[in-house]
């Protein structure tokens, strides 16, 4: 059963804390992403990966980062230097380029901090 | 800096009733316009993708059109289930990787 999966569901982080969302998918997609949601606003890219160990800042990369060790993974740490994250955090992927791809999504993890 | 706008932010109708959501985008130089479904708490589901080439796509009750030259793309749902009642996003591609998403419209089918 062909997916992307994402974990945890839910997540809570302390003032300082990194944390690490995980995403995996067996699509054999190149492409992959990590979009961050907020109540009443669009998604916003914060990065993409179009090939392994290669990656590219989105509009708000500023504390996160990511690696893409292999074709299926792609995790987001949350650094303590992101101001404002609690959020909803959703990974995708697709074909190729999503110039002409469609980009398929994960269930997606709530990031709240305490 | 390609925008989005989806109107309005929120549409009710009873059990029925044909859906129109509407999307606008700033920039017509693009290359796919997507429609999206999202439930509460949920990750994304793709509906329909239209190519900048194409006019219109259809899926069972749902049918999409696209006049890239207005900047304007219109879902329509037809004979609307209270099962249709989700969040609906549209997500445009105008170059790269990178799609601009509107903020989506919330629609509540009433039985």
């Known amino acids: 059963d062909g997916g992307i999966t994402q974990s945890p569901k839910y997540l809570f982080r302390k003032e300082g804390q990194n944390v690490t969302l995980s995403c995996e998918q067996n699509?054999?997609?190149?492409?992959m992403y990590w979009y961050r949601q907020d109540p009443g606003q669009g998604l916003r890219l914060i990065y993409y990966s179009q090939i392994v160990n290669d990656f590219q800042k989105g509009d708000i990369a500023e504390g996160y980062s990511v690696s893409r060790e292999k074709k299926e993974s792609f995790p987001l740490t949350v650094t303590s230097a992101q101001k404002n994250p609690t959020a909803f955090y959703l990974c995708a992927s697709s074909q190729g380029r999503a110039t002409f791809n469609e980009q398929f999504f994960g269930p997606g993890t709530r990031l709240t901090v305490l | 800096k390609q925008e989005v706008t989806q109107i309005p932010a929120a549409l009710s109708v009873p059990e029925g009733e044909n859906l129109v959501l509407n999307c606008s985008f700033t920039d017509s130089a693009i290359y796919n316009l997507q429609w999206f479904r999202q439930d509460p708490g949920k990750g994304l589901t793709s509906l329909l993708l239209i190519q900048s080439s194409q006019r219109e796509q259809t899926s069972g009750r749902l049918n999409a059109s696209l006049d890239k030259s207005s900047g304007r793309s219109t879902l329509y749902i037809a004979a609307s289930q209270p099962g249709d009642s989700a969040t609906y996003l549209c997500?445009?591609?105008?170059?790269?990787?990178?799609?601009?998403f509107g903020a989506g419209t919330t629609v509540t089918v009433r039985a």
């Open positions: 997500a445009v591609s105008s170059g790269d990787y990178k799609l601009s």
């Open positions: 699509l054999n997609h190149d492409a």
